[in-house]
């Protein structure tokens, strides 16, 4: 049985302000509370593996540490979030940030991949490097190297009829820069997405 209303959002909390704190999304009024519990853990899962990230094999002490997330999207039965882990270390020259995005398919109770966005077999990797490659120049983005296409698995979320690929600092541009992000619209892609798949559901003017 589906739904098209979206799932609450309660925020919750690791750490204390206003030093260490990470905040994180926990959600609720999904009918399979299964499914729930597991995109729930998907979710916590995510937010350790950046803080995992940030204190590494670091020598030097975390003096800082604030974790966000942004819901980008909550409808047609689309779930997508964007979680944010920035991190200042004792003397460094500067703090750093890393972003994670999950986007679940409500309807079909999974996790999404770049791919299962896509009709199988499609060239999506192709198709969207090529419109990215576009935007570089456009915008005039600089560039640490040639950028020659995404990652199979690149990552992405979804914001209303938008497909976002964003890439982490120093991936393909200096830090200054900030995060290269890349709104594609679905329409652009509207031939090789999968119909039954979120773009599709979201690309219908319903």
């Known amino acids: 049985m589906s739904h098209d209303f979206p799932v609450k959002v309660d925020t919750l909390h690791i750490g204390e302000a206003p030093q260490k704190i990470v905040f994180y ?5 999904i009918r399979n509370r299964i499914f729930e519990k597991r995109l729930n853990d998907l979710i ?6 950046l803080i995992d990230t940030q204190v590494g094999n670091m020598p030097t002490t975390i003096t800082e540490m604030l974790g966000t997330y942004e819901i980008k999207n909550n409808q047609r039965e689309v779930l997508s979030l964007l979680l944010s882990n920035y991190t200042f270390h004792h003397q460094a020259a500067h703090g750093m940030t890393y972003l994670k995005s999950l986007t679940f398919d409500l309807q079909k109770e999974k996790l999404c991949t770049l791919a299962d966005l896509f009709k199988p077999g499609s060239p999506y990797v192709d198709r969207i490097s090529t419109l990215i490659k576009e935007q570089i120049e456009k915008r005039g983005i600089s560039l640490l190297n040639e950028f020659t296409q995404i990652k199979p698995d690149q990552d992405f979320y979804i914001a209303d009829k938008t497909l ?9 541009t200096p830090y200054a820069f900030g995060f290269p992000m890349f709104p594609v619209s679905v329409y652009d892609l509207i031939d090789i997405i999968e119909e039954n798949g979120p773009l599709g559901r979201l690309a219908t003017n319903r």
């Open 25 to 29: 999304p926990r959600i609720r009024g």
């Open 44 to 49: 916590v899962k995510a937010v350790q593996t």
């Open 164 to 172: 976002v690929i964003y890439f982490q600092l120093y991936d393909i």
